[in-house]
């Protein structure tokens, strides 16, 4: 059975992934793994020792409290989206939230990391969008990110971003078996002035590997590749965004600047990042 990591903080935007979460897990037949991180305040190394510890001792409590609390309230929630069957295991864990990640992922073998974004604007969204590209960045399993103002629908259309290379093939093997379990079509998409389009040797190469899979080939000649790739997502009503993370500008444009605010995807569109090895 495969395994999928959910971070949460209980916040509306974190709830609002778990039900991404919980169907990710029903598309792959995995357990979903539920990690609340916090992490411990800076006290001054000249206060009493015995004072800290009794400090220490009780955050830890009151955070296991609060933890324990959330737990029927997050059933609650997979109960009400007819999801309640999902088998799930609980985490809480004190440190910094990536390298808990980084060191889950590990452990336990994980097979894909889902996290909710904000789509808040400005410092907010920063530190929200910047932990999520940062996670999208370190570590080693796809990560799906679910924007604030996502409300679930079935996956029926992918958008692939592709420079036909061994690593979007790999990429592309990953997403084939969530695009059939969906019913959904993937469009590979291809941004650029590098002389491929659909008579080139590399992608008919890649057409008879697919032929007979969920898979359409989009070619647009463009320098601005960001604004493309956002008006093909817009105008195809994309509903998942896949990509291997080599264009780590386009990430960072997603979750961190106002480039995506003149499109309306904006705050909908879950975004899939694979891994260059």
């Known amino acids: 059975m495969k395994k999928i990591l959910f971070p949460t903080d209980f916040s509306d935007t974190a709830n609002n992934a778990l039900v991404y979460a919980l169907k990710m897990a029903e598309n792959r037949n995995a357990t979903l793994y539920v ?24 955050i830890e409590l009151g955070r296991f409290e609060n933890f324990k609390d959330q737990v029927p309230a997050i059933r609650k929630i997979a109960e009400d989206n007819n999801l309640g069957h999902i088998p799930m295991h609980f985490i809480l864990e004190e440190g910094y939230l990536n390298t808990i990640l980084k060191k889950i992922v590990k452990d336990e073998n994980i097979d894909m990391v889902v996290m909710g974004t904000s789509g808040l604007s400005g410092f907010e969204k920063k530190i929200l969008g910047s932990n999520t ?6 570590l080693t399993v796809p990560v799906l990110s679910i924007p604030h103002d996502a409300v679930y629908k079935p996956i029926k259309s992918i958008a692939f971003t592709t420079v036909f290379d061994h690593q979007d093939d790999a990429a592309l093997t990953k997403l084939l078996p969530i695009a059939v379990r969906n019913n959904a079509v993937i469009n590979c998409l291809h941004i650029s002035n590098d002389g491929i389009d659909e008579a080139s040797e590399v992608v008919q190469t890649w057409k008879q590997k697919y032929a007979g899979e969920p898979v359409e080939f989009h070619f647009v000649s463009s320098k601005e590749t960001e604004k493309s790739i956002f008006e093909f997502i817009d105008r195809e009503h994309i509903d998942l965004i896949a990509s291997v993370t080599r264009n780590r500008n386009f990430f960072e444009k997603i979750f961190t600047t106002s480039l995506t605010k003149k499109l309306a995807y904006h705050t909908k569109i879950p ?7």
């Open 35 to 58: 990690i609340h991180a916090y992490e411990m305040p800076v006290i001054s190394a000249t206060a009493n020792p015995m004072m800290i510890q009794d400090v220490y001792k009780t």
């Open 133 to 138: 590209a940062s996670a999208i960045s370190s």
């Open 271 to 277: 975004v899939l990042a694979y891994h260059e090895h």
